[in-house]
């Protein structure tokens, strides 16, 4: 019982911590799933960061060929790109808008923009310049280099926020790779752990099965035996003998019940103890069930008191021999160590059909046939005699061995 609860407990702590370490891993599959998404959804916004500043880039100079194509020839087809590439500019300014974000995003885009109105401006001028006072002082403005260093500077403003891109892109990758290996490693680990937890349920259930189907064998054997000698006790002997009686019948049988009651018992108590008489009782059980046939069923219904049955016998003269077999028992000392200590036995028999067809009439018969027994001088076996019941005396038929307790 100690070891069961013992084993109960180990398992009960493999759950708790398989459980633990379960919901640990899942928690972590999430948490690592999550952040695989979020940096997918990051290089994302940041391929989009990198198109738009391409875009912007690209637009800055192709305003920046049609203004030079118109200034040079005055053909107003080269304003046709020009306006073009302004309005994509204006374009891609809205949408950087919406891809740089935060504050970071917030002063990239201020410092483009004033560069855009300067640059866009300075375009503009040279172009009204050219178109209303001639190639030359349009080219004064063009000659005096605020439209290049603007232009440079806005090239730098890209340049510096694509490579800031690329690094941050190059981080992402490495994060996403990591979180891509934490989120399988977890994910196996749930799966194993899962098991785990199942079989530690399993095996705790199916224990818990056995100890309850073990503590039920056990009660019902403490139920229907007698606890010192582990002999059957009255109520399965009733059930036995119950059991019996059909098939006696059916096949012409008889059947020998012993009413056996152990004379000059209280001495030994009295005398050496109730030890030694726990002893003596577990002792003549045992040459009892030695001395009779596997099929008999030898049982002990209370203090010094037993009953035999004796089953599929043909003639009485077998139950007699029973019964002789049975008072050989108490022919050697029955404890060891005491040698001295002699009891015997008086033993009462009633015989199926002859003496009764039922059960409890069959035991009361065997009951009185034992008083008629130790009337006789005890140490000795009486069979039934229909007489008896009504108050007549039993014949006492054999042993005539003498005991101290007789
Ligand atoms: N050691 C022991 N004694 C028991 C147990 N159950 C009952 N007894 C005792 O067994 C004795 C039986 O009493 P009796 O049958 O009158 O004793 P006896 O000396 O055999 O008497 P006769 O049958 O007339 O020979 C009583 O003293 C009970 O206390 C038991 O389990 N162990």
Redesign the pocket.
């Known amino acids: 019982m100690m070891g069961n609860e013992k084993l109960e407990k180990q398992l009960l702590w493999l759950m708790i911590i398989v459980l633990t370490a379960f919901f640990t891993s899942a928690s972590v599959s999430v948490w690592a799933s999550r952040n695989v998404a979020e940096s997918e959804h990051e290089q994302a916004m940041g391929h989009a960061r990198l198109e738009a500043l391409n875009s912007l880039m690209l637009a800055f100079t192709e305003a920046e060929t049609g203004q030079r194509g118109y200034l040079l020839t005055g053909n107003p087809a080269y304003l046709q790109p020009y306006y073009a590439a302004v309005s994509t500019a204006n374009a891609q300014f809205m949408r950087f808008r919406d891809v740089f974000t935060g504050p970071d995003g917030l002063s990239a885009y201020n410092r483009l923009a004033l560069l855009k109105e300067k640059k866009l401006s300075e375009l503009a001028q040279t172009i009204s310049l050219r178109a209303e006072h001639g190639l030359e002082s349009a080219m004064l403005v063009v000659n005096s280099n605020t439209g290049e260093s603007y232009m440079a500077e806005i090239r730098e403003e890209i340049d510096l926020l694509a490579r800031k891109e690329q690094e941050r892109q190059v981080g992402l990758v490495k994060e996403s790779t990591r979180n891509v290996a934490i989120f399988q490693t977890s994910v196996t680990l749930f799966l194993l752990l899962l098991a785990l937890a199942v079989l530690s349920l399993v095996t705790l259930v199916r224990h818990d099965t056995q100890t309850k189907k073990q503590l039920l064998q056990r009660l019902s054997h403490e139920a229907s035996h007698d606890q010192?000698t582990n002999l059957p006790n009255r109520n399965l002997y009733v059930e036995m003998l119950n059991y019996s009686i059909p098939f006696a019948q059916r096949y012409q049988r008889l059947l020998g019940i012993f009413f056996i009651?152990?004379?000059?018992?209280?001495?030994?108590?009295?005398q050496f103890g109730?030890?030694?008489?726990?002893m003596?009782?577990k002792e003549a059980s045992r040459r009892m069930r030695e001395a009779a046939r596997e099929s008999d069923v030898v049982a002990r219904i209370?203090?010094?008191?037993f009953l035999v049955l004796a089953t599929n016998l043909a003639k009485v003269e077998d139950i007699e021999a029973i019964a002789r077999h049975m008072l050989a028992c108490f022919e050697e000392p029955l404890l060891r160590h005491l040698q001295q200590v002699r009891?015997g036995a008086?033993i009462g028999i009633a015989v199926y059909p002859r003496d009764g067809l039922r059960a409890a009439e069959l035991i009361k018969a065997a009951d009185i046939a034992m008083y008629e027994a130790?009337m006789q001088g005890?140490n000795g076996y009486a069979f039934h005699r229909r007489d008896e019941m009504k108050g007549g005396g039993a014949q006492r038929l054999a042993s005539d061995q003498e005991r101290p307790?007789?």
């Open positions: 010192l009651d152990l004379d000059g018992f209280k001495q030994v108590n009295d109730h030890d030694a008489g726990d003596l009782l209370g203090g010094d008191e009891v008086s130790k005890k307790g007789a």
